[in-house]
């Protein structure tokens, strides 16, 4: 639109700067211009219900949202240079001959939404270059009153409403330089519910026609063949009009230059499902369409030859909010060249409160017209409710497939000769990604958000290597990505950059999870069940940023730090969030503060950030330097009475330990000794009935070594036939001492200990004793196996309590000396020994 640029080079002309109160009216904001004329003024929101006297050099004034009811006559006698002037919003009445005399420059005037019932037929003959007019919401009749316009107006924007034909003969006379033309009842008041080929008689060289919202049933063959020029019509929102009345719009754009057409919403929105045919888009294929739109129209099928029968040029087309049923028109329309399509919003449910306002009374025009039944719509369509299809335009780059609901496994698919490289399918029930996706190498934007999604197979993304954006945020992949260990999922995606997993109650990502993925930009996983970064990241060197937004953070350990130190080394506008997390500051997090307080990493919404101090309190982390000096303070004493008590502690651990080994200390040893045995030679259990080696092993001091060999030896081994291991004649040479006692021991069936004063000071016979109650206590399951024979009477003062107890506990002989009682002495002990 011309006007449009020559208000650009307008505004830059001007220069503004910041604005200022004016001096004619403080409500006002004035701006000026580099010579420090003021060349515009704001007076909108200031209440004002008169217009004030502007300076002369004004070139803008925007009096929008006020309560000016009148424009005196001459107001703008000096103001010649003005180009724009807005009354948006206010109670204007009446317009006079008069009202815009003297500003013979203006190029754009607005009058939208006010009261204006009066109106002088050449009130715009004052303003000979005016290009823009928006009169629309007024309480008048533009076209009843034959108002005459600028002939250098392009665009108009109008209230029509016309109810009998005779009115429109000569309307919108002498604009043959119009370009735009609003008469949409979406903006303003629109009601024609006939188009004849007079309508838009004297406009031929329209270029952009909004009849949208205009209660529009019929429109005559005709009615726009003449304009040669239109690029764009919008009949949306015209109900009772239908395809069937569409068809002559169709039939009349052979001889335009359209390029976009809109035909939303032509259908009742409770009407009964439709169908497409051939013949009210055939005539489309000889013109030069780029863009279709034919969104809520209750489309169910195409008629079979209808969609091949659109122009080679169509590149977009809009289907959102439809009923379409799956079918072979799907295989037709794989062959029309378009780059984008929308298809979202299938099966949307509709309020019913509108109802009454789309009442459309019987058309005698389209009365010849078919009906199609189901059974004719299902022969068209030939639909399979248990099919999907996977087909699509050989051309198609972006496809919307939003809100739709279907319930489907996205399975293995092969679609051949694909240029998709957008694809968008968030907030359906594709609740399972098994895949492959084949054949999608030109693919770069993935949208499988809000599916819920609870599994997805390690070859979904096979086909699809080049795959840039992947945004699978609102799904239920908690339950399967934790236990991919090795990045398998994402292993065919190496050229990922944005991945987005927010809200997939995730409560662990392994730390193979983005293995393969050394590009990645950006990474979302917001809303999640995080407690700790657990996934490497230091490979990302062009991580720029990082959500980690309402998770379960309470600080991030030293590894994440150091990751995130190394990233931002390659890439310092490395930005991660924190926010909605309960951070702790204390004495344990007291490293993450300070390296908050030091890292140059920006954090997102820092100012919102809050951590819980040691006394349970929230402070706001937006400096966090400041908080790392008061957890400094509170620690630095804490860190001294930390280090007494650890001192404490394994002071106190220390002797307990030694304690429990100098009490178990013989226990230890005895376990030592045996495990050394065991590992020279495999030892074997014993039982009652095994044969020992020895039949008892004796433990004697040297001093009483005499009584040994010249006594013990001689009743025992001579006359008894026993086998004694004896220290000085059985221990084996080169072997150490404790080997030989505990290998003695374990090989004797009785220990026989021959007590006396010097063997209670010896340090040797004291660890046979000692031995030989371990072997008895842990090895023999308590088995008598001890023989104590005293020599001298010994006091139990003098004696060990280890003796001690196995002298109360236990019997035990003692040598007589006396040479009648030595024969029961020796019998006894052989008695026993046997």
Known sequence: MEYLGNAVVLLVYIGFVVGRKCEFENRCQCFVNNGKQVSKADCSNAHLTHIPDFPKGIKVIILDNNLITNIPDNHFINNSNLCKISFLNNKLKVLTKDAFCGANNLIELTLYNNEIKDVDENVFMSIPALKYLNIKRNYIDWIELNITFPHALQTLQMDFKIQEEDHIVNSFKGLVNLKTLDISGLSGECECKTITPETFRNIPNLIHL???????????????????NLTFLDASLNFCLKFAGAENITYDLQTTSIKILKLNK???????????????????????????????????????????????????????????????????????????INISLQFSSHKFQNFYEEICLKNEHL????????????????????????????????LIFRNNLFRFKIEANNVPNNSLEFLDCGFNLFY??????????????????????SNVSKDFFRGSPNLKSLLIQNNLLGFVIIDDMDGEILQHIPKLEIINLADNRIPYLPYNFFKFQTMLIEINLGGNLLEDLSFQISHMQNLSYLDLSTNRFSSLNSTVRGQLETIIKSNPNLTVNLSNNPLICSCDTIQFIKWMSQTKIRFTKIQSYKCRLYNDNNELLKEPKRVYEILKKKCSSYTALLVVLSIFIIFFVVVLLCGLVYRHRWKLRFMYYMTKNRYQNLSRKQSDDEQYEYDAFISYEEEDAAFVHNHLLLNLEEDAKLKLCIHKRDFQPGKDISENITSGIRNSR????????????SYWCLFEYKMARMESIYVRDRENMFILVSLVDLSAINLPLCVLEKVHNQSYIEYPND???NSLFWNKLKEVLK
């Open 819 to 821: 040479p009648s009682a």
């Open 210 to 228: 909004d009849i949208s919202a205009c209660k529009i049933s019929y429109v005559y063959r005709g009615t726009f063949e003449f304009m040669s």
């Open 432 to 453: 399972s990604w098994i895949g492959p996706l084949l054949t999608y190498k030109k693919l770069i934007h993935l949208d499988l958000s809000n599916n819920f999604c």
């Open 367 to 398: 009365s010849n017209k078919p009906n199609y039944n189901q059974h004719e719509i299902q022969r068209h369509g030939q639909f399979k409710s248990n099919t999907l299809p996977y087909t699509i335009p050989f051309k198609l780059q972006k």
């Open 266 to 340: 032509i259908h009742q929105t409770f009407e009964l499902d439709t169908i497409v045919l051939k013949s009210h888009i055939r005539n489309l294929k000889h013109t030069n369409l780029t863009e279709l739109h034919m969104d809520s129209n209750r489309i169910q099928l195409f008629e079979k030859g209808a969609l091949s029968s659109l122009p080679l040029t169509l590149r977009r087309v809009y289907l959102s909010d439809n009923m379409f049923g799956f079918g072979s028109y799907f295989y037709e329309f794989s062959l029309v060249p378009i780059t984008f």
């Open 750 to 761: 009785n220990v026989v200990a021959i007590l006396s004063q010097t063997y209670l000071e």
